[in-house]
């Protein structure tokens, strides 16, 4: 089977980078290339280097457009606006988009959707094998205790995530929510602050810490009368999210437009 070329948006940050490692070191792949903001320091540099292998010969881009135009499949941990440019692209190139991308609004949830009807999008709040394990457990605990366990979502990531709740917390809370049958926009309590009454039986309430170099750690509470079960996931390294991303990328060979998920990947759907 002939070699799937990946491209990386971003790919100078601390996860573009662990992105470009994941790619070369996976068998099937090679780096087709990656992109920074026009006038970022690291345009123009090697990006083997960047990564501390050495130089490859490909020099990171400002062109999202040339990259696509490059690549089987493109990977993208950018921001909303940025994604959805991208999404564009990919639409128009008919190349596959793996987003990992978190705090779209409905718009541009709308835009990648619109994208997905032209080139196959695999779009993940979590790119992690556990975590989206963890997804299925949730849906299913929620559906089996029903709303006489209060849910309460707990995550922690590192001081400079700039999101809250985080992607992933809200990805458990929709699969908590759908486990109950119900909106999670109905249900989800994102802020409590001063006195706020007794907690309204049925809501799904979210705590957001932030601090340090913390990969990512979510913990999904069911708090029942005389008993507690807590269903958790801790990521030690962003690794496990640039294995799953590139495990998505090479998944979209051959695969027919759509929006899919993880669990599409994984086998979970």
């Known amino acids: 089977m002939e070699t799937m070329k990946i491209g990386i948006v971003g790919c100078a940050g601390r996860m573009g980078r662990m992105l470009l490692g994941a790619v070369q070191a996976a068998e099937g792949c090679d780096i087709a290339g990656g992109t920074e903001a026009p006038g970022a320091a690291a345009v123009g540099r090697d990006i083997g280097e960047l990564i501390g ?6 020099a990171v ?9 490059a690549a089987d499949a493109v990977i993208d941990f950018t921001v909303p606006a940025a994604t959805v440019a991208h999404a564009e692209l990919a639409a128009q190139a008919r190349v596959a988009h793996v987003i990992g991308t978190t705090g779209l609004d409905a718009a541009q949830e709308k835009a990648v959707e619109r ?4 080139t196959a999008v ?3 709040a979590n790119m992690s094998l556990g975590v989206n394990l963890l997804l299925a457990l949730v849906e299913r605990v929620a559906a089996t205790l029903g709303d006489d366990y209060d ?14 709740p985080s992607g992933t917390a ?10 109950r049958g119900v909106a999670l926009d109905a249900v989800a309590q994102k802020v409590r602050d001063g006195v706020t009454g007794e907690r309204k039986r049925g809501d799904i309430g979210f705590a957001t810490l932030r601090g ?4 990512g750690e979510h913990a999904v509470i069911f708090a029942g009368e005389g008993e507690r079960l807590e269903l958790a996931h801790k990521a030690s390294s962003r690794e496990v999210f640039a294995r799953g991303a590139v495990r998505a990328a090479l998944w979209t060979r051959g695969r027919e437009p759509g929006l899919y ?3 599409d990947v994984l086998g979970l759907a």
Not at 155 to 161: S, T
Not at 172 to 177: F, P, Q
Request: charged residues 20%.
């Open 170 to 179: 809200l990805a458990l809370g929709g699969a908590a929510a759908a486990g």
């Open 61 to 69: 881009g400002d062109d999202p457009l040339e990259l696509f135009a």
């Open 53 to 58: 292998l050495g130089p490859l010969g490909l």
């Open 115 to 118: 994208a997905a009807l032209h």
């Open 122 to 124: 695999v779009k993940a």
């Open 151 to 164: 849910i309460e979502i707990l995550e922690m990531h590192h001081r400079h995530k700039v999101d809250a």
């Open 212 to 215: 340090g170099d913390v990969a």
């Open 261 to 263: 998920s993880m669990r």
